[in-house]
């Protein structure tokens, strides 16, 4: 299958950088220079996995981040790369549903590296299910998670994920009341090595999910934090 990449930004030179490593990665590279034509380009051509500028003219990078949620595709990797390297701009960006973020100036290995990740992430999670020795579905009180739709319900209603915060709720539901730390998690979900740098990551998707679930934040009834140690899910 060859996966198709939108790169929304507005930098000529970076788009084109981009375009070159990632077509000799074999992907097929659709371009945007502005967050409205980025979002016309994905509503027709459909991209497996979006990486997106915050800096662009007639609709930010954020901006089209929750139209992309929004829409159809809600569902699809979103990688955020800015010049914004704040700990506030990358909470932000986490916060609207992005699943990665990366900071300029990068290293474009970097990007093909954490493009890979995502992909595999997500698209290894659409076939889950399809083996005989694993459940079809999770489920933790009201919670219900169906691995083969990559669906998760409360009480029957459908609660949407990003494919990073569904990758960390199978991984708690998988095994509840165990704990595990924000080290295990980043690099079992995201595949990649944990940086102290990486730490607001987590704690941003975690804090998302209990909003998502109806989980109070001082009092969670299921993502309960080990304060030194990390997250688990509680037995219901």
Do not use: W
Request: charged share 30%.
């Amino acid at each position: 299958m060859q996966y198709k990449i939108l790169i929304a930004e507005d930098d000529e030179d970076i788009r084109e950088l981009l375009t070159l490593y990632l077509e000799n990665e074999g992907y097929r590279v659709i371009t945007a220079e502005n967050g409205v034509e980025a979002l016309s380009a994905a509503e027709s051509e459909r991209p497996d996995l979006a990486l997106v500028d915050i800096m662009m003219p007639k609709m930010n990078g954020y901006e089209l981040t929750r139209h992309l949620r929004a829409g159809s595709m809600g569902s699809i990797p979103i990688i955020i790369i800015s010049a914004m390297t704040a700990d506030s701009d990358k909470i932000i960006g986490l916060d609207i549903g992005a699943d990665d973020y990366i900071t300029k100036p990068f290293n474009p290995l970097e990007v093909t590296a954490r493009v890979r990740s995502n992909l595999r992430r997500f698209y290894k999670l659409d076939r889950a299910g399809d083996s005989d020795e694993k459940p079809e579905t999770l489920t933790v009180g009201e919670l219900t998670l169906d691995l083969k739709r990559i669906v998760l319900t409360k009480n029957g209603v459908e609660v949407p994920l990003t494919p990073t915060e569904f990758k960390i709720l199978s991984l708690l539901m998988e095994k509840p009341g165990r704990v595990f730390t924000k080290v295990q998690l980043y690099e079992r979900v995201c595949g990649d090595e944990f940086f102290e740098s990486d730490n607001n990551t987590m704690m941003v998707h975690i804090s998302k999910l209990r909003e998502k679930i109806g989980d109070d934040g001082k009092n969670p009834k299921y993502l309960k934090t080990i304060r030194g140690l990390g997250y688990k899910i509680e037995k219901i």
